[in-house]
């Protein structure tokens, strides 16, 4: 856990410094940025994918994965919406008005102001990640927790794997 959290910390870092770069996910394989939101996983499809490997589950427990995917889902519905309507403003900020008017300055002026907002989305991501990972080690037992960390370590490999062999299937000439 405390290697997930160094991660998000450093995440911060380097959103500050280059969101896009952050958001794009330049340093992953082509079948990890597929998966990306956001800047990073979607904590409600990763619940999904870790649920079956951390059976047996008490029904207690079922519960509450299940409370915490519904909560993770709204949470990610929120930030896709605000993030949708902040690249709308954006947009209409850099296409508004003509190039020869001073007015365009303006505009992209505050496109520029607009812009700090997506270090803000990457964050709460980032946050809802973490409050994600906090809280299902609450609810599995040490073992389970574990065999979790494990199983989201193996899904990220065999996206890199997916990617691999994508980029080095036989092809036909274009």
């Known amino acids: 856990m405390g290697h997930y959290f160094d991660l998000f910390r450093m995440k911060s870092t380097a959103a500050k410094a280059d969101v896009f770069y952050l958001m794009s996910g330049m340093w992953k394989t082509s079948a990890e940025r ?3 939101w956001i800047g990073g996983f979607r904590p409600s499809e ?3 994918v870790l649920v079956p490997q951390l059976d047996p589950l008490t029904d207690s427990q079922h519960f509450e994965v299940y409370n915490l ?7 990610e519905d929120a930030l896709s919406q605000g993030m949708d309507r902040l690249q709308s403003i954006v947009a209409e900020a ?3 008005g003509n190039l020869g008017e001073g007015i ?4 992209i002026s505050t496109a520029m102001e607009k812009l700090e907002a997506f270090v803000s989305f990457v964050n709460q991501a980032d946050h809802l990640r973490q409050e994600t990972l906090q809280q299902m080690s ?5 073992r389970q927790a574990a065999r979790g960390l494990l199983a989201l370590g193996e899904y990220f490999q065999r996206l890199r794997a997916l990617s691999s062999l994508w980029a080095t299937r036989p092809r036909e000439p274009a």
């Open 138 to 142: 609450r609810i599995l037992t040490i």
């Open 94 to 96: 850099v296409a508004a």
């Open 34 to 36: 597929f998966f990306l």
């Open 46 to 48: 990763l619940l999904k």
């Open 104 to 107: 365009y300055f303006s505009q």
């Open 69 to 75: 995917r519904q909560s993770c889902q709204q949470a």
